[in-house]
Antibody, heavy 120, light 106 residues
Framework: QITLKESGPTLVKPTQTLTLTCTFS??????????VGWIRQPPGKALEWLAL???????RYSPSLKSRLTITKDTSKNQVVLTMTNMDPVDTATYYC????????????WGQGTLVIVSS | SYELTQPLSVSVALGQTARITCGGN??????VHWYQQKPGQAPVLVIY???NRPSGIPERFSGSNSGNTATLTISRAQAGDEADYYC?????????FGGGTKLTVL
């Protein structure tokens, strides 16, 4: 059974850096083809893809947010970490991590999401 | 950047067929994935690579993709199908989601 769970602060102040951790089980991020991504969803709005890290440590970022995002993995801990700098109230959203088991495939499994509120 | 266009809302009578479209430039050349999201829940994959159903997804859900439009079809719509639906593709290894469609079952 594959599970993913996001963790991190619920409230961050504007200009601060957000650090979110995705802890997963049921698959290995060292298996060829596997990836873990981050997706966010502002309240009442659509899903927005943020970043993806591959089994071989290749990384992809949303072009519009690339300058603010960093994604890393710790295979031994089964964790993926996303950092987003210079947070703004418009970044208030539920942040999801998700597992992709094949290149070009869908996000097969999702975490429950974690709500991040940006406010002073 | 690549964009996907979905209707904001679709309504369907109970037991009838709902069709939700996802438009994109030459989307037929890409693999399209569809997710269902109910209020307060994480998205769930319902169709992958245009027309494939994950295990546990009813046969009532089907998909097609050609030209500039991909379509998610829900046959014999049930009250439990009421949700937001999102299409998604990969464009040069960048993920793209459609704006989502709210399906209402009347």
């Amino acid at each position: 059974q594959i599970t993913l769970k996001e963790s991190g602060p619920t409230l961050v102040k504007p200009t601060q850096t957000l650090t979110l951790t995705c802890t997963f089980s049921g698959f290995s991020l060292s298996t060829s083809g596997v990836g873990v991504g981050w997706i966010r969803q502002p309240p009442g709005k659509a899903l927005e893809w943020l970043a993806l890290i591959y089994w071989d440590d290749n990384k992809r970022y949303s072009p519009s947010l690339k300058s603010r995002l960093t994604i890393t993995k710790d295979t031994s801990k089964n964790q993926v970490v996303l950092t987003m700098t210079n947070m703004d109230p418009v970044d208030t959203a539920t942040y999801y991590c998700a597992h992709r088991h094949t290149i070009g495939g869908p996000f097969d499994d999702w975490g429950q999401g974690t709500l991040v509120i940006v406010s002073s | 950047s690549y964009e996907l266009t979905q209707p904001l809302s679709v309504s369907v009578a109970l037991g009838q067929t709902a069709r939700i479209t996802c438009g994109g430039n030459n989307i037929g050349s890409k693999n399209v994935h569809w997710y269902q999201q109910k209020p307060g829940q994480a998205p769930v994959l319902v169709i992958y690579r245009d027309s494939n159903r994950p295990s546990g997804i009813p046969e009532r859900f089907s998909g097609s993709n050609s030209g500039n439009t991909a379509t998610l079809t829900i046959s014999r719509a049930q009250a439990g199908d009421e949700a937001d639906y999102y299409c998604q593709v990969w464009d040069t290894s960048t993920g793209v989601f459609g704006g989502g469609t709210k399906l209402t079952v009347l």
